[in-house]
């Protein structure tokens, strides 16, 4: 079993098979939708049965991407190259896991269009895949780009009322920066073919040919633009809240669980791998942001009067902590950054299921319309405490096990940021918490509503699986943490030791740095 | 053998008069036999390109001579015009222009634009253009009934024999100042611009102007619009793609040694630039305001006028050409899908005609939205593509401030491109915009598109590297 699966090109059938799935779907007749949502579930869930593979293969004590796939695509250093180290196995695992569940999530929730949704939700899964996946730029750049589009529609078209204005300002702010990053892309391919006679956008060979410190200035500065109105960062954040509260519940739980991970996750590849110098630098300035994003993001939160927006200012609040954790550049914290992704991911998709499962019912998001649904919605009640308490913290539950890490990680790199930090352990509690009480206890709105019932079958079995990993990531984080230690390590070393370790293991590479800085200087 | 040379532009020519004969003797129902007559001689000089390749033929003592970049151009007119005769099969009868004048006058404009493409001798070009241009004018008139196009014809006219003035004057002065008319005069004349004479850069400023109008860019692109939304829309698709592409091939083989030349270069690389820039933000900030889809894609085609520049401007021949070809196809693609809205009586679908197409015809809708993906450079299409390589070439020659407006200018229209598929996905239908069905014509030309946009993103590898094989001692 084990030699067929070791056969396989799997990288490629996880990131391609939900596109497969899409492109049969065209041919689907449309108007049977429930063929339509058997072969998207289908689809996707086979996609994860197949990233399954990929972790019970992953080789935990190598920090080198595995499963690599290449082979030449359009020539000149532009190929097909996928791997997965163990920065990226979570984050695909993540999203292979969530698009199921957001698929069946929306079996009543989406009727109109049933087929291009289900196509789309398939699209974005391969965008999704690929951005993890890519070991090649101009690869991670296509996914990249090429992602933004079936979110568009999502938004566009199952989107609330000002979906439109939601989904142009989504695709314009996040092509803003990525369009500042082609152009440091462009520049990093001629650096790199003037330094070396050879063209590359290999990951792996850009990192191993650092760039002069003062081109690396520049560059950073396009890429972290780029990332940073991806996660969103202060004050980058401002699409986030309108995307997320127009957005059909499927898409705003791939667009927070997923979508918002690629920007800590470009830092975490891109960043600070190929600018180390600028990364180190800049970091105190970004840092600071974070922290005005953390309090911000829970501040707002606890102004919000509509549940899903509430949702989405915490993010921007968690995100904040996940951005601090990732620029104190040492190990706890970045792996902390890392787990808390995963958290987030989890916490984050599951309120807004839940928050999708009462709209659903009530038709409304507003606070105030309701009022203890606990009495009505028992098994709904637990399942949403448990997906708060996860994305506050509490011990036992994995996004306690998370933040810790990155505290950790931030006290050691400064004191006082942590201290503001620490914050957003605060404010999570409170406007989670309150939250709660407004709309499960107390007395119903409407006794004679007899729309809120509970769970059926088909909603436990997307919050059950949730809830359950949730748990399981609070009791044994070890199982998880263990496969991303040498990637994490190889990152942090890099920073630090980049110059000697070049020197050192190969004198090639000193002098492919020295023509770089010479071309730099001519620049 | 030497004459066959002249072979392609003479299968171009034998088939404009064939279909200009069948269409004035045969009368009534000749349409179908002169467009037969005109894919049947574009295929034949297909054959002729395709055989002259790595030939290097050459006539009238060099001043004719099919290089790969002629050559390579030629088949990206031919490709155009095949689409524009079958796109026209259907659409003529329609909005009542003759199909028979149609094809005749598209394939002498052909004919001259091959003239112009495959000549380094200013008066054998400008003869080119001449040819080109009388056949345009009358190709924007065309359909007579619509007074759109009786006004673009006219607008085409003037505006066209103003900068045919400017090119001769210029051509005139140079003339004087060296006695010679091939490009390589004035490259060969001195290093650095003190060394030309000032009659010589004034010559030559003028028939940039010339050029400049002829391909559309700023501040010369005021008639562009109105030309473009008025005349018949495959005629349309003709002249946002050929008469540009052949003028971007004259202008990279006039200004690459200019601008790569140590000392001409501190002169022409601004000004170049200046107008590339002042190009892609006129057109694509003005595109953002129509409400036209028609107009809005002929802003579109101005604003892609500036990226090209920039391939010009960094002297990226296999640049150029693979963006006119990937843009070629996807333009086409565009227009060919606003073909089939038959409005009654109104000039073009307006955004609120084209709402809630993506219900009403999804196959339809889904190849707009693609050709307008690609035309707004979002990877995986063939428009992503062109503009990666002319964008990373012009970086790696350092002129990185030019591509960071350049991209910038690409957010602009991603706005206005957006603006349509929102109408088509997003926006309930409002009015009946009826679409022409069982055109087979029409949606072999939309499937050709379709196949070359995504084939050109995904796959270009041959064409590609036939491209940097045939151009590699060029540029």
């Known amino acids: 079993m084990s030699t067929i699966i070791a056969g396989l090109p799997l990288v490629t059938i ?14 689907v007749r449309s108007d049977s939708p429930r063929t339509v949502r058997a072969v998207a579930l289908t689809v996707s869930g086979l996609t994860f049965l197949a990233s399954l593979a990929l972790l019970a293969g992953f080789n935990g004590s190598s920090s080198l991407p595995q499963f690599v796939e290449r082979a030449s695509w359009l020539g000149r250093g532009l190929d097909y190259h996928v791997g997965l180290d163990g920065i990226s196995l979570f984050l695909v695992l993540l999203a292979a896991f969530l698009t199921p569940l957001a698929l069946l999530s929306s079996w009543r929730a989406i009727e109109d269009r049933v087929k291009e949704f289900s196509i789309f939700m398939l699209v974005l899964e391969t965008g999704m895949i690929g951005v993890f996946v890519s070991q090649n730029l101009f690869l991670f750049y296509v996914f990249w780009e090429a992602m933004l589009v079936p979110m568009y529609f999502l938004i566009g078209i199952w989107g609330g009322r000002r979906r439109i204005y939601a989904t142009m300002k989504f695709v314009l702010f996040t092509m803003f920066g990525s369009l500042l990053m082609l152009v440091g892309i462009f520049v990093i391919y001629a650096a790199y073919h003037r330094a070396t006679g050879s063209f590359s956008l290999t990951i792996g060979d850009l990192a191993a040919a650092p760039l002069p410190p003062g081109l690396q200035t520049w560059l950073f500065l396009a890429f972290a633009l780029a990332f940073a109105i991806k996660v969103p960062l202060f004050p980058l954040h401002t699409w986030l809240p309108d995307a997320h509260v127009e957005a059909p519940t499927a898409g705003s739980v791939l667009l927070a669980a997923v979508l918002l991970k690629m920007g800590a996750y470009g830092f975490l590849r891109l960043g600070i791998p190929l600018f180390p110098q600028a990364a180190a630098r800049f970091a105190p300035a970004l840092s600071i942001l974070a922290v005005i994003g953390i309090i911000y993001g829970g501040l707002m939160a606890l102004a919000q009067k509509d549940m899903k927006s509430l949702v989405a200012y915490s993010s921007v609040s968690h995100m904040g902590l996940i951005m601090l954790a990732v620029f104190s550049l040492n190990f706890e914290a970045v792996e902390g950054a890392l787990y808390q992704m995963l958290n987030h991911g989890l916490s984050t998709g599951a309120l807004f299921l839940c928050v999708g499962i009462l709209y659903e019912r009530t038709h409304t998001r507003l606070i105030a319309d309701y009022g203890g649904v606990a009495a009505r919605m028992p098994v709904f009640s637990g399942l949403f405490l448990m997906a708060m308490l996860s994305s506050a913290g509490l011990p036992g539950l994995n996004g306690f096990v ?14 006082v940021l942590a201290a503001l930090a620490v914050s957003t352990a605060i404010l999570s509690a409170a406007y989670l918490l309150w939250l709660y009480r407004r709309v499960m206890n107390g007395p119903l709105k409407d006794p004679d509503d007899d729309r809120l019932r509970d769970l059926d079958r088909r909603e436990l079995a997307v919050l059950v699986p949730v809830i359950v990993l949730t748990v399981f990531m609070g009791l044994f984080p070890g199982t998880i943490l263990r496969k991303m230690d040498a990637s994490v390590a190889r990152t942090i070393e890099a920073l630090r030791t980049r110059p000697a370790v070049a020197a050192t293991m190969n004198p090639a590479g000193l002098a492919t740095s020295e023509a770089a800085r010479v071309t730099g200087s001519e620049r | 053998m030497a004459v066959l040379a002249l072979a392609p532009i003479a299968a171009v ?6 279909a200009l004969l069948l269409e004035a003797f045969l009368k009534k129902k000749a349409h179908e036999a002169a467009a037969t007559a005109a894919v049947l001689s574009l295929f034949a000089a297909g054959l002729l390109v395709v055989r002259s390749w790595n030939l290097d033929l050459a006539y009238f003592g060099g001043r004719l001579s099919l290089d790969p970049l002629a050559l390579l151009l030629m088949a990206v007119f031919i490709l155009v015009a095949t689409f524009v005769v079958l796109m026209s099969l259907g659409y003529a009868p329609r909005r009542d222009v003759n199909l028979g004048q149609l094809c005749g006058l598209l394939l002498l404009a052909t ?7 495959s000549s380094t001798d200013w008066l054998v070009v400008f003869l080119g253009l001449e040819v080109l241009s009388v056949a345009s004018y009358a190709l924007a008139g065309l359909e007579r009934r619509d007074r759109a196009s009786s006004e673009a014809a006219a607008k085409y006219f003037l505006m066209g024999s103003f900068a045919g003035a400017f090119l001769v004057f210029g051509l005139a002065i140079l003339f004087g100042t060296s006695g010679r008319l091939e490009f390589a005069a004035i490259a060969s004349s001195g290093p650095a611009p ?17 050029l400049f109008f002829k391909i559309a860019v700023a501040p010369f692109h005021m008639w562009a619009p109105d030309v473009y939304e008025g005349s018949p829309t495959p ?55 129509q409400t036209r889809v028609k107009r809005m894609l002929a802003y579109s085609a101005i604003a892609h006028s500036g990226y090209l520049l920039v391939a010009v401007i960094s002297g990226d021949g296999p640049g150029l050409v693979f963006y006119l070809i990937a843009y070629a196809f996807m333009n086409a693609g565009a227009f060919a899908v606003l073909a089939a809205f038959s409005p009654n009586g109104t000039p073009g679908a307006s955004l609120a005609d084209v709402a809630g197409l993506g219900r009403r015809h999804p196959w339809l809708a889904a190849c707009l939205s693609l050709f307008l993906l690609s035309l707004a450079g979002i990877p995986p299409t063939a428009g992503f593509l062109a503009k990666f390589y002319v964008f990373s070439e012009a970086v790696a020659r350092g002129h990185v401030l030019l591509v960071v407006a350049a991209v910038m200018a690409s ?24 679409i022409e069905r069982g055109d087979p014509a029409l949606s072999l030309v939309i499937f050709l598109c379709l196949f070359g946009v995504l084939e050109l993103g995904l796959w270009p590898g041959n064409l590609l590297t036939l491209i940097r094989q045939g151009l590699a001692g060029l540029f």
């Open chain 2, 111 to 117: 004919a001259g634009l091959m003239i112009m493409v």
């Open chain 2, 194 to 210: 003190a060394a030309l004479p000032l009659a010589a850069l004034a010559g030559l400023g003028l028939i940039l102007t010339g």
């Open chain 2, 13 to 18: 020519v034998a088939g404009a008069l064939a």
């Open chain 1, 14 to 27: 996880v990131t391609f098979l939900p596109l497969a799935g899409a492109l049969a779907l065209a041919f």
């Open chain 1, 402 to 415: 998370g933040e810790i890490l990155c505290f950790f990680g931030i006290f050691t790199a400064n004191k």
């Open chain 2, 411 to 434: 957010l602009i229209s991603v706005a206005y491109y957006l603006k349509i598929v929102v109408a088509m996905y997003m926006q309930e239908p409002k009015s009946g915009l009826s």
């Open chain 2, 235 to 289: 005629v349309t698709v003709f002249l946002t793609i050929a008469p540009k592409a052949a003028g971007f091939t004259v202008l990279l083989r006039v200004l690459s040694p200019l601008i790569t030349g140590s000392g001409t270069a501190a002169v022409f690389g601004p000004a170049v630039s200046v107008v590339a820039a002042l190009t892609m933000f006129t057109g694509n900030l003005a595109a953002l305001r």
